[in-house]
Every structure is written in structure tokens, then in C-alpha cells.
């Protein structure tokens, strides 16, 4: 025995939130990778339509992701894992939710200055939540919505086993805050799908030159 096994080890997706008063607010990783994924991509045209102007683009395409992850904790009640037999996949879960809600200190914060009659108030800050989908792929996003179906549960009816949709809105630099990780994040992701469009012109000429023969 060699030790090596013929199924390649996979990155698991995850979805981060950041907050910076606490470096880690939520992760998830995917606990098993979904089959699919669907990207929709939409132009950023310039607007009037005038001779000319019709190749121009105000900024990177909006671009929206939604896919559905399983959450299971089966393998881990039979492994008499303490936190699933307390709570099931409650703590996934609440990691997920936790991404759509403002945090509760700003929550009370801003609950106190309009009961001391402040005017204006801020809205409470959300985490900044990245997408990491391989290497090459770690995007700021908006979690636009997602839904849960539970589908099995334990004599506490804590959820042991759930389907959830996710929706993610791409936030690009024309979303970002110039000079923000965030917008870094993006405009290196943009390189990088630059450089890739750029490695595929010697297979599309060749192929292309390849059909061309007589």
C-alpha cells in the first residue's frame, strides 16, 4: 500500500463573512460541494445609444450566482460529535443567517441615540461576505436571499438535515469603496479572468485555422 488514493482531494466552496471589529463572523464551508452553479451576467451599457457609442461599457457586468448546498449532520451524530447532538446544523445555520443581519451592539447602539432624540442614524453595518468558489475565484458578494428547507430532525427538533437555496449579487468596484479589501478582492479577480481570456486565444486561433483548411 502506497498510501495514494485516485480520487483527488477537492477545496470545499465556502462562503466568509468578515466583520472588522471580529476578523471572523461567519464562516460556512460547504460540507459537500453543490453539482451545479448558476451565474447570470448582465452588461453595463452606456446609457443614450449615440453613433459610436455603442461598444462602451460603464463598468463590469452585474452578475448574480445562486446554487444549493446540503447541510447534513448524520456523520456526526454517529461520530458523538458534542455540538451536533446539542444542536444539530442550528450552528450552520445561524452562521448563514447571521451573514442578512446587522449586528445586534450597532442594533442597540443606534435603539439608544434615537430614544436620546438623534436624528440622523447610521445603518448598522453588515459583515463583508466573500465567495470562495477554488483559487481563482474569491468574490465580494451580497446575499441577496436564500431559502432552508429542513428536512429531517432529531427528538429536540433541532434540524439534522437541510436543503438551502443561496442568491449572491457580486459586488464589483463600481459597488466597492475605493481602497477597501473588498474592491481590491475584485479587481484582482478581473486580472486574473483577464489573463485566462487571454490563454484561450491560441486554442480558439488554432482551432479556428484548423476549419479554415480547404
Given at each position: ?91 450552520t445555520l445561524a452562521a448563514l443567517e447571521m451573514m442578512l443581519y446587522p449586528k445586534s451592539r450597532d442594533v442597540i447602539k443606534n435603539m439608544t441615540q ?101
Amino acid at each position: 500500500m502506497t498510501g495514494l488514493s485516485s480520487t483527488p482531494r477537492l477545496i470545499k466552496g465556502a462562503l466568509v463573512g468578515i466583520d472588522p471589529k471580529n476578523p471572523v463572523a461567519s464562516i460556512v464551508a460547504f460540507q459537500y460541494n453543490p453539482h451545479s452553479m448558476t451565474r447570470k451576467l448582465e452588461a453595463r451599457q452606456a446609457a443614450g445609444g449615440e453613433r459610436g457609442e455603442a461598444f462602451r461599457l460603464t463598468g463590469p457586468p452585474k452578475e448574480t450566482i445562486t446554487l444549493a448546498i446540503e447541510i447534513d449532520a448524520t456523520d456526526a451524530l454517529e461520530e458523538g460529535d458534542p455540538i451536533a447532538i446539542a444542536s444539530g446544523i442550528n450552528p450552520t445555520l445561524a452562521a448563514l443567517e447571521m451573514m442578512l443581519y446587522p449586528k445586534s451592539r450597532d442594533v442597540i447602539k443606534n435603539m439608544t441615540q434615537s430614544a436620546l432624540g438623534m436624528v440622523e442614524i447610521d445603518p448598522a453595518p453588515g459583515p463583508m461576505i466573500l465567495f470562495i468558489w477554488g483559487p481563482t475565484r474569491v468574490l465580494p458578494v451580497k446575499l441577496t436571499n436564500f431559502s432552508i428547507a429542513e428536512e429531517a430532525f432529531d427528538p429536540l427538533l433541532n434540524p439534522t438535515r437541510a436543503k438551502v437555496d443561496l442568491g449572491l449579487a457580486v459586488l464589483s468596484y463600481n459597488e466597492l469603496k475605493f481602497g477597501s479589501p473588498a474592491h481590491a478582492l475584485f479587481l484582482v479577480h478581473q486580472v486574473a479572468k483577464e489573463v485566462m481570456a487571454t490563454s484561450n486565444v491560441f486554442n480558439s486561433a488554432a482551432a479556428l485555422g484548423g476549419g479554415l483548411k480547404l
